[in-house]
């Protein structure tokens, strides 16, 4: 079949754009960015340039698709600067490219959320689809322009548009050129011991699982459905000590109090409002005590198992940017390392 995928170029769309050409499809690629589609190159395949914005742009570029992977979105996900930019590209954008799809008669759009779209329950319990964000909009306004796309999705379910929602938890693997979540990788490696950790949890998957849900929802998946996906909870305890093993450096050994946390996140405030930038935000901050912990039971009777278990994963991710040059042996990492 003849796929359209937008982001293509992005971490989720290179790895979905791969996976589709070798299960036999045909791939339309929507892209902005010159320099990133470099990286698939070696792909025969139909590359568009555009944005969501071009309303004539992504109807041609339905035109003829059987299906359309809607993956590209602003993934900023602690950087609420502009949050005009977000809601622009990330609820505009999605019905822009649904109601091309409906011009087009696609006959499946896959659409790429989030799992920062659910709930958090108490007490360390696992959320599952049925639990609705709870945060207010401006804690976390990337979670909120997500739902909102989610709303625009379910009317263009209610307007016979065959849609279901894929809803990823904090993705790793090779090839995030932009580091989102390979952040954790990049500043474990490079403060070792020293990097301080917090009290709660997130819910993790391997970006190729990812891809291989986005594959398997063509024919398993079910219109207006939403799929969490995930491989398994960690603490943040655990999980920076799995990423210390990959990266073959000593575990994090500070532990940050809850009752620092807002206070850490009022400083924050204060400097970000200044102009300075840090590595995490106040409302990022905040979260550290939280358990984000999913329940994906449903996307794997449904859409299958993820294949790839976490500690391979890191080391895959640990390896891929070391090639890169995203982490350097610097005369401060063997600093930190000696003692």
């Not at 849609?163 to 390979?182: E, F, K, R, Y």
Request: a negative charge; charged letters at 25%.
């Amino acid at each position: 079949m003849k796929a359209l995928v937008t982001g293509a170029t992005g971490f989720v769309g290179s790895h979905l754009v791969r996976q589709l050409i070798e299960a036999g499809h045909s791939v339309r690629a929507l892209y902005r960015s010159e320099k990133k589609l470099s990286q698939l190159a070696d792909l025969e395949l139909e590359a568009v340039p555009g944005d969501l914005d071009d309303v004539a742009l992504l109807e041609r570029a339905c035109a003829g698709c059987e299906l359309v992977f809607h993956v590209a979105a602003k993934a900023d996900y602690w950087k609420d600067d502009d949050r005009d930019a977000l809601w622009r590209v990330n609820v505009e954008g999605t019905r822009n490219l649904l109601s091309a799809a409906k011009s087009a008669a696609v006959r499946r759009v896959v659409f790429t959320s989030s799992a920062s779209t659910i709930g958090i329950r108490p007490d360390a319990q696992s959320a599952d689809e049925s639990d609705s964000f709870s945060l207010p909009p401006e804690r976390f306004w990337y979670a909120y322009t997500k739902l909102k796309a989610e709303a625009i999705v379910a009317e263009f379910v209610a307007d016979g548009l065959d849609v279901l929602t894929l809803n990823p938890a904090v993705i790793i693997g090779p090839g995030d050129l932009n580091a989102i979540s390979g952040s954790f990788i990049i500043e474990t490696a490079r403060f070792q011991w020293l990097l301080p950790m917090s009290s709660g949890g997130l819910a993790v998957i391997d970006v190729r699982d990812v891809a291989r849900a986005h594959l398997a929802a063509i024919e398993r998946g079910k219109p207006g459905e939403r799929y969490i996906l995930s491989r398994a909870n960690v603490t943040y305890h655990e999980f920076f000590g799995m990423i210390a093993a990959a990266c073959g450096v000593r575990p994090p050994l500070i532990s940050t109090p809850d009752w620092l946390l807002e206070p850490t996140a009022r400083f924050i405030g204060v400097m970000r409002r200044l102009g300075i930038q840090t590595p995490m935000d106040a409302n990022q901050t905040r979260l550290g005590s939280a358990h984000v912990f999913v329940d994906a039971g449903k996307a794997q009777r449904e859409l299958g198992a993820p294949q790839i278990d976490i500690e391979s994963s890191l080391r895959d991710t640990f390896e891929w940017y070391q090639q890169h040059g995203y982490i350097k042996d610097t005369w401060l990492t063997r600093l930190i390392g000696r003692f």
